[in-house]
């Protein structure tokens, strides 16, 4: 928060105020600040000024001094206060001495404060594609939310502003959307202090659809009879990632599902070691933007079947474009992507 908490400098040690007819110097304080930024003092010079001293003292004893050298009239300057979280009280001196040689001070006494993150979050069960609806949280009280909503060929669905009254930790959202499919959420969360934070959402995910890989019973090799699907896929991929990739960071995702023969756990190992070869196989064939794979064995099931059951259509991959790791809708089972080095 910015504060013009001290006069300008008119009195000096060497000097009478008439000798420093006009104003030097206009000093301010910007004394809120959020986690990652540190307090300062702004000057505004109005005089040509050899040069100007800062001497503080830290509640905690900790010494600031800082120096300026050869400021020309008309010019901005700044001493950025060494502060990295919590509260402190300051005292001390800001010194000048004007380019003719005549120099001046004033005392300073000040609070500064690094304020914590606001911690904005956003589960995904609170974000509603379909009400157009998202239920922002934060770690301290809101103000205001500004939203922009954009669609997935980078044209704007919405934006607005909204004010929470009164403050609170956290505030829902409507946005108006006729048509077309989000792309991304970017959302501008102001706190009573007016310290700001932003968060993007995108939840916009691409499902590429292929003929499924068959593999050999218990294995995982691809077969020389399954590369053309792959090779259609890839296509595919490549395709979207052209239609996309210059409006966010595309990445592939490969999830791998099973049918019910076998333990729940062997099936899940085997399905994640075929989402790994057929990532391998795109990372191959050239596909250059991050690759992440994971088996979920029988979870997930495209039709659902009691245990020991041989079901072809479970038997599945997914290939998934996306920015953020998609939720794939499969009930009990965690997501533990895996990066492909």
């Known amino acids: ?25 206009d000093v301010r304080l910007n004394d809120k600040v959020a986690a990652g930024k540190q307090p300062s003092l702004a000057i505004s010079v109005f005089g040509d000024l050899s040069e100007l001293v800062l001497d503080l003292t ?19 300057r700044s001493f950025v206060i060494p502060q990295s979280s919590g509260r402190h009280r300051y005292r001390g001196s800001l010194a000048l001495t004007r380019a003719s040689g005549e120099s001046g001070s004033m005392d300073l006494d000040f609070t500064a404060e690094v304020i914590a993150a606001l911690g904005l979050s956003v589960n995904r069960d609170n974000l509603d594609l379909v009400e157009h609806t998202v239920l922002l949280k934060a770690k301290r009280a809101l103000s205001q939310v500004d939203f922009e ?18 403050p609170a930790k956290q505030a829902r959202l409507i946005w108006k959307q006729k048509d077309g499919k989000v792309l991304k959420i970017r959302l501008l969360a102001y706190d ?22 068959e593999f050999e019973t218990g294995k995982w090799d691809i077969r020389d009879s399954e590369i053309s699907k792959l090779n259609h ?7 979207g990632l052209s239609r996309y990739g210059s409006l966010l960071e595309v990445k592939l995702y490969v999830a791998g599902h099973t049918d019910t023969v076998a333990t729940a756990d062997s099936n899940r190992i085997l399905s994640e070691k075929r989402a790994l070869a057929i990532a391998r196989f795109f990372r191959f064939r050239g596909f250059v933007q991050p ?3 994971q088996g979920y064995g029988e979870g997930g099931l495209k039709v659902p079947t009691p245990d020991e059951t041989d079901e072809p259509q479970n038997r599945r991959a997914e290939y998934v474009l996306a920015a953020e790791a998609p939720n794939m809708n499969v009930s009990g089972s965690a997501a533990h992507w895996k990066r492909l080095p």
């Open 149 to 166: 909503v954009t669609a997935e060929d980078g044209t704007l669905i919405d934006r607005g502003s909204q004010k929470v009254q009164p």
């Open 291 to 293: 690759v992440f794979y």
């Open 233 to 239: 896929s890839y296509h595919l991929l490549q395709d």
């Open 192 to 213: 009573t202090d007016n310290i700001h934070e932003d968060l993007e959402l995108i939840p916009w995910t691409y499902h590429i659809p292929h003929q499924e890989v």
């Open 58 to 76: 830290r509640d905690d004893g900790k010494k600031i001094q800082q120096q300026l050298l050869n400021i020309p009239r008309g010019s901005k």
């Open 1 to 25: 928060m910015m504060k013009r908490c001290l006069l300008p400098i008119l009195l000096g040690t060497m000097m009478t105020a008439t000798a420093f007819a006009g104003q030097v110097i």
